[in-house]
T-cell receptor, first 114, second 109 residues
């Protein structure tokens, strides 16, 4: 059974640009959550999508957005990149989403903003 | 304010030297506590879910326990391959997972 797939694995972008990251969940999983991981702040929740609808949102500026497609694949977009957006972006999928269900993470996308 | 606090931040053990990692939480309406293992450059790997005080789960050299205020991850006779960062997360009613900052474990032979 294939795990959660995130693409690309690595990205280097310039300040002011925008970026789109992709996540393919485990087959049959309908919930996709996105997290930002930095050495100082740890793992912070961005948003969760379930059946193409945003169900939860963390405390991030509007420059961070996402969407989910009918096949449960999800994308997140960051516009007007800032140096502080450099981080590991992780996607997690689960069968029905929070609460109470196990979330399985992808390998992440390492974004570097220069 | 921190809702999930993990201690210690870093732990160095000799192979075979058992120890425990702590995760304390202050959230109300706990719907589950999760333990993950994360290796450098990789995504977190699911280990355990605990739902109620008194619950225990085991997997190889790892045993997780839960009380009303904290959870412990006990590591018995660790091996170098157990070296990783261990993350604790809680699920509060109506929200997504709230993670602690992790404990980085190093086991030397």
């Amino acid at each position: 059974k294939a795990g959660v797939t995130q693409t690309p694995r690595y990205l280097i972008k310039t300040r002011g640009q925008q970026v789109t990251l992709s996540c393919s969940p485990i087959s049959g999983h309908r919930s996709v959550s996105w997290y930002q991981q930095t050495p100082g702040q740890g793992l912070q929740f961005l948003f969760e999508y379930f059946s193409e609808t945003q169900r939860n949102k963390g405390n991030f500026p509007g420059r961070f957005s996402g969407r989910q497609f009918s096949n449960s694949r999800s994308e997140m977009n960051v516009s007007t990149l800032e140096l502080g957006d450099s981080a590991l972006y992780l996607c997690a999928s689960s069968l029905v989403g929070t609460p109470n269900t196990e979330a399985f993470f992808g390998q992440g996308t390492r974004l570097t903003v220069v | 304010e921190d809702q999930v606090t993990q201690s210690p931040e870093a732990l160095r053990l000799q192979e075979g030297e058992s120890s425990s990692l702590n995760c304390s939480y202050t959230v109300s309406g706990l719907r589950g506590l999760f333990w993950y293992r994360q290796d450098p450059g990789k995504g977190p790997e699911f280990l355990f879910t605990l739902y109620s005080a008194g619950e225990e789960k085991e997997k190889e050299r790892l045993k997780a326990t839960l009380t009303k205020k904290e959870s412990f991850l006990h590591i018995t006779a660790p091996k170098p391959e157990d070296s990783a960062t261990y993350l604790c997360a809680v699920n509060q009613a109506g929200t997504a997972l709230i993670f602690g900052k992790g404990t980085t474990l190093s086991v030397s032979s």
